[in-house]
C-alpha cells in the first residue's frame, strides 16, 4: 500500500457523474439539506442561514472516479477543489453546461478514459 505523502501516477478508468454535485450556502458552505433540490422555498432557505445572511446557494463537485495504479484498481472521491481542477470550471458551470448539452456527461467520461494522474 502507498504511503500518505506519496504520489502515485495512475490511470483513470472511469467518471461517475451521475450525482456530481451537491448544493451549499455560497458564503458558509454549509450543506443545504436534501429537499432543497426538490423546490424549497427562497424563505425556507433564509432561514437556514439566517446567521450568515446568505442570499442564494452554489453547488460544489463530488465525484466518484476509478483510477488503476501499477498494482490495484481503487475508487476515489474528487472533492470540490480537486475536480475544479480536474474540470477547469465550477461545479455551477459545469451545471449550466450540462443543461445545454445533454451529452456533456457522456463526452467528460469518454475524454477522461485513459488520462494519467499524478495523485498526493
Avoid: W
Avoid at 457523474?17 to 424549497?40: A, F, K, Q
Avoid at 472516479?65 to 474528487?78: H, N, R
Avoid at 481542477?85 to 449550466?96: K, P, Q, R, T, V
Amino acid at each position: 500500500m502507498e504511503a500518505a505523502d506519496q504520489t502515485v501516477i495512475c490511470e483513470l478508468l472511469a467518471v461517475d457523474l451521475s450525482d456530481d454535485c451537491y448544493r451549499v450556502c455560497s458564503r458558509c458552505e454549509r450543506v443545504l439539506p436534501g429537499d432543497y433540490n426538490n423546490g424549497v422555498s427562497s424563505s425556507s432557505f433564509s432561514s437556514l442561514f439566517r446567521f450568515c445572511n446568505s442570499k442564494e446557494p452554489k453547488l460544489l463537485y463530488l465525484i466518484l472516479i476509478s483510477i488503476a495504479t501499477e498494482t490495484t484498481v481503487k475508487t476515489v472521491i474528487c472533492f470540490d477543489r480537486a475536480a475544479t481542477l480536474l474540470f477547469g470550471c465550477s461545479a455551477d458551470e459545469f451545471f449550466h453546461f450540462t443543461k445545454l448539452n445533454p451529452l456533456t456527461a457522456t463526452m467528460v467520461s469518454q475524454v477522461f478514459d485513459g488520462e494519467m494522474l499524478s495523485l498526493g
